[in-house]
């Protein structure tokens, strides 16, 4: 605690004491989860200077801002992050910024609240994986541009084609999104996971979502919670349940266990990206394909 309070005093200090631009002439752009930073370097280009906080694999809902993180912080002119209180530990932080020259930019608080999925894991009461929405995304991504466009005029023509082509591709992500799901009848479609990340993905395609920890990963599953989960799995006559890469697989594999103690064989259908995108150099650690990419292992796990 102390430790934040400090990185927060350092920010209140010094962050409006930068200069909007670098020494190259390039905007500096610091973004949160993956997701975010995918989408920037899709738009912003060789134009900006792009930083992302976290990394492959990294859990934002429990990710605490370190000295450096502060440094690259203070030294942005803009800051993207998804809002929605996912980065719920960088809140503080976040809020001193916005008391200062430059705001961070929630790009969640851009979406009409009366289409999100109401919770009360979170201080906004909304569940915030909204990536998981591609008509979201799609708005991310105009907000991003105009933002940009307006930071550096200059750039402006570059950052609307860029535009222009990555929500072309948001829309043939859809289309074939949307056949690959129609492959898999309506009712083998019962989603499992580690963490309630999916509800956005479900309303959408279709799917009863179940997640073992919650919308939060901060909270812990018990022994009720996975006999319960258990009890609907073999119910539901599920085939196959899913770990994700930003949260530890042991609730998952206890899950399978309690299952399988009960006579009804249940497997780990695989590996969902949930709260962080691949690695940095696979196909994976792209939006675009780690949609695709969920989408091809929850439908053939599940066929």
């Known amino acids: 605690m102390k430790k934040n309070i400090l990185l927060i005093l350092i920010v209140a200090i010094i962050f409006s004491c930068k200069n909007n631009k670098q020494e190259n002439g390039k905007l500096n752009i610091v973004t949160t989860t993956t997701m975010i930073t995918d989408l920037v370097k899709n738009i912003g280009g060789d134009f900006v200077n792009l ?12 990710y605490k801002a370190s000295e450096g993180d502060v440094s690259k ?12 209180h996912l980065e719920g530990k960088l809140v503080e932080v976040f809020e001193k910024m916005g008391n200062k020259t430059k705001t961070p930019i929630a790009l969640a608080e851009e979406i009409d609240k ?22 979201y995304f799609k708005q991310f991504t105009k907000k ?22 990555y929500l072309k591709k948001l829309d043939a992500l859809q289309n074939k999104i949307k056949n690959i799901i129609e492959t898999l009848p309506k009712e083998k479609r019962i989603l499992v996971t580690a963490h309630d990340a999916f509800n956005y993905f479900g309303k959408n395609y279709g799917f009863e979502v179940v997640g073992l920890q919650g919308l939060s990963t ?16 073999i119910e539901k006559n599920v085939k196959a349940i899913f770990v994700e890469s930003s949260v530890p697989k042991r609730t998952i594999e206890a899950l399978q266990a309690a299952v399988n103690s009960k006579g009804h064989n249940v497997k780990i259908g695989g590996t969902l990206y949930s ?15 780690m949609f695709e990419y969920n989408v091809n292992t929850i439908v053939n796990a599940l066929k």
């Not at 912080?73 to 929605?84: P, S």
């Not at 995108?277 to 394909?289: C, M």
């Open 51 to 62: 930083q992302g906080l976290m990394g492959s694999g990294v859990d934002p809902h429990l």
């Open 73 to 84: 912080l203070v030294n942005a002119d803009i800051i993207f992050y998804n809002g929605l």
């Open 114 to 135: 009366t289409t999100l999925i109401g919770s009360d894991y979170f201080a906004s009461n909304y569940d915030p994986h909204v990536w998981f929405n591609i008509a």
């Open 144 to 165: 991003v541009t105009l933002v940009l466009s307006e930071k550096d005029p200059e750039n402006a023509i570059n950052y609307k084609e860029n535009e222009k082509q």
């Open 218 to 233: 901060a909270t812990e599953a018990g022994v009720k919670d996975v006999q319960k989960l258990a009890k609907f799995i």
């Open 275 to 289: 709260d962080a995108l691949g690695n940095a150099d696979t196909v994976e650690g792209t939006y675009i394909g």
